[in-house]
């Protein structure tokens, strides 16, 4: 479903181009899952898995959740809310909370800044509320403090017994504190399977309970990834996950050493920081690494537009693009014609961003920003669970080719540890 075109990329390549037996070998390993991180690559079948049962449990839990309050309070950081986050803001657009008798999703432990704290706890108001708290490893310290301040408010509203029911727990099936706190308190809890790591873990119960509170057709998502990645399994130049992974890998080695990835959807800010997320942990180690960056269009062509027009010519853009628009609006005719503007009347909106969209690409690959575009037909359910997939597999395609293990953090744990013994006053 997704597809990928390096047209705007090809004049940027030496005679010899991406290099597709690496990408070929890189495959490989990923999928006789021998390479470096190999027990992480549980992502492969994990559609297949929940489809297979796996998801009745989650939406029970919803409609539970939903029955319970008019908000959910994530808590959670990195991979534990990013990938709902850009679900429910890409498929419910940025004012997703405001829909009429929607419960509405609201994510906390992502922020030490008291200020949000308080934000956020005027914003829930008098209402009722349920928590869901998501950590794989269950001592990174936002969430856990997060976890905390939840707590005591679900107890202060409901006393400490009642409080249980209306709190849920997404964390490893045996491991860390939040699941032994978990299996004391009785909460209802779902297990991230142990071989997913964080970034990697949107389409299980970490991403899928949040989702489907928002409404979101959890089945849809599943049902796109899944197929996606069995037309990703093609071992070919074909591949579009090989095509994006070999491309960049390749347009690196040429020192473009800054990928943005840019987007005419505002509702996918969230989405491209969850991509962030996945690429720059997974590539960015061992002192190489391409810098993902994003920018929102057209908001951004007025601010970040001049730099990757004209600053150091060291970027390329990798444009997401939906085929159709969801709806259409036409720009009204205006009698007296003030503005000028009269000969756009009539013409949907839609229509003129991709105008836009195509003289936008043709100045950035004119000033020397090679373009990749990545396609699906539309910024539905299927869409989002395509380009999840596509993503996931490119990822750590494109991590093997460069000599990384893509399903490692060292650089994360390294900031854990000095932030606790500062914490604990011993250093
Ligand atoms: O990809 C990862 O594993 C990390 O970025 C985690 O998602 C992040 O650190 C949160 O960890 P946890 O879910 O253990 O709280």
Redesign the pocket.
Known sequence: MTKVDLSGAAQFFDAAGPDFAAAAEAHRLLAQRSGPGGDFTGWLDLPQKMLSGGIKPILSAAQKIKKLGQVLLVV?????Y?GARAAIELLHGANHNRAEGETEVWFMGNTLSPDAINELIAVLGERDFCVNV???????L???LGFRVAKALLERKYGRTAAKKHMFVT?DESH?ILRSIADAEGYESFV?PADV?????VLTP?GLLPMAVAGIDIKAVLEAANAELHELDLRSPDNPAWQYAAARQHLYRRGKSIEILASYEPSFRFFAEWWK?LYG?SEGKNGIGIYPASVEYNADLHSMGQYIQDGPRTLFETVVMFDSCLTGYSVPFEMGDADGLNYLAGRDFGDIARTTAQAVRSAHIAGGVPNITVSVPRRDEAGYGALVAFFEMSCAISAYMSGVNPFD?PG?EAY?KNMFAMLKGEN
């Open positions: 959670g950081i990195g991979g534990s990013l998501i950590s794989k490893s269950g001592g990174t936002e969430p856990a964390t860390g991230i790591g964080g970034r990697f873990s970490v997320q942990e953090q994360v854990k």
